[in-house]
């Protein structure tokens, strides 16, 4: 068997311009980046009119360590779509390096289901990463020079809550000291850094509705506080020129293929589990402005990614969901019964029905923001026919169409009973979105409202400086802002190890972090950590390079 590498590397790709063509834009309405790579810049997208295009929700049960392969489905069913001559757009985000070198290894998708070109979307792509880390890198590099000469703001060094930012899981960099080199080497402080898809810019970035409005979200960034509790922005440093000059060419979509020759506009790259997991606005509506159908995909489960795009990115870019595909597999919810890892390839009826009851909860939980649901079963080889019976048969005393998948091994092919099965429950089932909570529901209470409708806790624990926090943002003029919890993507509690749907458990809200650029308030719950580790052995200790340039071991 072919690896997902193997098989992209064998692929003949269409030029750039070709796949461009098919989206209505000539050769003078993108910029290439090599043969199979372009940007659309901003205005290009801006500039179509007409109705938007169906928008298709793909996101998951919690998953499984491997994760259970919303991507692959995404870019199967646009490929599916494709094939039923239709014009999709598939949105997905960038890969970041942590994971790539950490534990999941590449992140385009899988087998016959890619986005391509696999090694270079994987790694350095068009630079948009580090574009957001510079200007990350730069505001924080600013910060403490003003401390350094003259502190004119009268930054107090205890209350500065901008972070450093690197892509790359390093857990040594959790925290630090900086300013440690004499007279010359700065002001002394505690700091710490974030992983690159944790920062605010990456949020902002993912966020922003053109380049004015992302100069004028940067502008909000607060950095700390004065020693009289002012707070201190990033335009107050005089930072926002350079970091939108470092950023103009990243905040255009990217443009590259799938391997069924579908437009795909991977842009944009934040964690579901520690900030809010979607490819950018930006894309998206490009995607609904040159496509007929758009395909989209939310990070880990959907207790995760899709009510941050539920409660964050539809409530700010004003988008109307069609239809939402909740992605299972029968191993991930053999383990949600309780089965051991290395004993999820046996057949376990007993305990892929007790672990149904995980599928059910986020089919209920996407309901409440009035989208019809699609279950996709991605499909794996050790999937006995009594397993997939039975699952069948569950999906239907919870109301919902239940579809196997086949994309990893047969690309759009494999999936266009799923295509079929969502564009019947588009026509069949209209979509009336609504968000979770309305805008002005306190802060402290949007958080409750997430924990017992999304993760049927009892109730949320909080110390008194989280409510003292969430009080003096709400003073401040922050209370109408969404809520990014941050928490393990294992489980619906803070425990990852609680599998299926715990009952009776609490959320402890453990720290809250305001993002005034991208307006929302960061809820940080259990022992979620922004900057990731490696595992016992990365992913890196098996990518290699050959003499002739060859990648090998990206997946």
Known sequence: ??????????????????????????????????????????????????????????TGVNPTAAGEGKSTVSVGLADAFTLRRRNPVLCLREPSLGPVFGIKGGAAGGGHSQVVPMEEINLHFTGD??????????????????????????????????????????????????????????????????????????????L?????????????????????????????????????????????????????????????????????????????????????????????????GAEKFFDIKCR????????????????????????????????????????????????????????PVVVAVNRFSSDTDDEIKLLKRLCGTASAECVMADHWALGGKGAVELAETVVNTIDT??????????????????????AQEIYGAEDITAPKAVRDKFAELEKQGFGKFPICVAKTQY?????????????????PVREVRLSAGAEFVVVICGDIMTMPGLPRVPAANNIELAADGRISGLF
């Open 491 to 507: 489980s619906f509690t803070t425990n990852p190890e609680a599998k299926g749907v715990p009952l009776g458990h609490t959320i």
């Open 129 to 206: 990463f580090h574009a957001i880390s510079s200007a990350h890198a730069l505001l924080a590099a600013l910060l403490d020079n003003h401390l350094y000469r003259p502190n004119s703001l009268d930054i107090d060094t205890t209350a500065i809550n901008w972070p450093r930012a690197v892509d790359m899981n390093d857990r040594a960099l959790r925290s630090v000291v900086v300013g440690l080199g004499g007279r010359t080497g700065g002001v002394p402080r505690q700091d710490g850094f974030v992983i690159t898809a944790a920062s605010e810019i990456m949020a902002i970035f993912c």
């Open 316 to 371: 700010f870019g004003d988008l109307r969901p069609a239809a939402a595909v909740v992605v299972a597999t029968i191993r991930a919810l053999k383990m949600h019964g309780g089965v051991a890892k290395d004993d999820l390839k046996k057949e376990n009826l007993e305990a892929l029905e007790k672990g149904f009851a995980n599928l059910e909860k986020h089919i209920e939980n996407v309901r409440k923001f009035h989208v």
């Open 429 to 450: 089932k209209p979509a009336d979105f609504q968000p979770l909570y309305p805008d002005d529901m306190s802060l402290l209470d949007k958080t409750r409202t997430i």
């Open 208 to 304: 922003a509705d053109g380049l004015d409005d992302l100069k004028e979200r940067l502008g909000r960034i607060v950095v700390g506080y004065s020693r009289s509790g002012d707070a201190v922005r990033a335009a107050d440093l005089d930072a926002v020129g350079a970091m939108a000059v470092l950023l103009k060419d990243a905040i255009n979509p990217n443009l590259v293929q799938t391997l069924g020759g579908t437009p795909a506009l991977v842009h944009g790259g934040p964690f579901a589990n520690i900030a809010h997991g979607c490819n950018s606005l930006a894309a998206t509506r490009a995607g609904l402005a040159l496509g007929d159908v758009v395909v989209t995909e939310a990070g880990f489960g959907a207790d995760l």
């Open 1 to 58: 068997m072919r690896s997902d590498i193997e098989i992209a590397q064998a692929a003949e790709l269409q030029p750039i311009q070709a796949i461009a063509e098919t989206m209505g834009l000539g050769s003078a309405d993108i910029v290439p980046y090599g043969h199979h790579k372009a940007k659309i810049p901003l205005e290009v997208a801006q500039s179509r009119g007409g109705d938007p295009a169906p928008l298709v929700l793909v």
